[in-house]
């Protein structure tokens, strides 16, 4: 578990699927990531989610917040899994559309780059996202994570001409992590 000042990060319930699926679900929150999910789809994923914490004891956590226990998202590090990321500390976040514009997803963000530095041996955060994503970018920056032009690319899992598909990729390095 991974404590904010406001935020807390954890491993998944199976209580969260319903309240999960209503953040997936909402086309603001999933304009820039794909279609809406229904609950299977939504169960698969805190399945897969869940799978990947067992196997590198990290993942996109459940996020909660702490004065209510209210879900609000996820945020985390998985191992990427496409393009320039492939294989490396990847962060991500997601959350409830009402939930935009606290402050919430940078907060989270640098908790989950403090885990990472502590706790894995990776020298780099990574994060990539949609090219019009400039809400995530700009929590990026906030971060201090800066852009590699050099490795934008067009998004492996999706298909040829889907709108989402270029995507950007940022980065901080552990020895710059102290100074932002």
């Excluded at 492939?86 to 940078?106: Q, V």
């Excluded at 970018?137 to 709108?163: I, N, T």
Aim: a negative charge.
């Amino acid at each position: 578990m991974i404590e904010t000042g406001r935020l807390v990060m954890r491993s998944w319930r199976d209580a969260d699927v319903v309240p999960f699926q209503a953040i997936c679900s909402d086309p603001d929150v999933m304009a820039t990531l794909g279609p809406p999910l229904d609950i299977e789809a939504t169960r698969a994923l805190i399945g897969r989610v869940r799978s990947q914490e067992a196997e590198h004891g990290h993942t996109f956590w459940a996020l909660e917040r702490r004065e209510d226990a209210r879900l609000v998202g996820w945020c985390g590090i998985i191992r990427g899994n496409a393009g320039p990321v492939d294989g490396k500390a990847e962060i991500g976040w997601r959350l409830a559309r009402d939930c935009w514009g606290t402050g919430y997803a940078t907060e989270a963000a640098r908790g989950a780059i403090d885990w990472a530095f502590a706790n894995l041996a990776d020298d780099d955060v990574w994060a990539i996202t949609w090219q019009g994503n400039v809400r995530s970018q700009a929590v990026m920056e906030r971060l201090g994570m800066r852009r590699h032009p050099d490795l934008d690319f067009d998004h492996p899992k999706l298909a040829e001409g889907d709108a989402l598909r270029p995507h950007v990729t940022y980065s901080i390095a552990r020895s710059a992590w102290g100074t932002v």
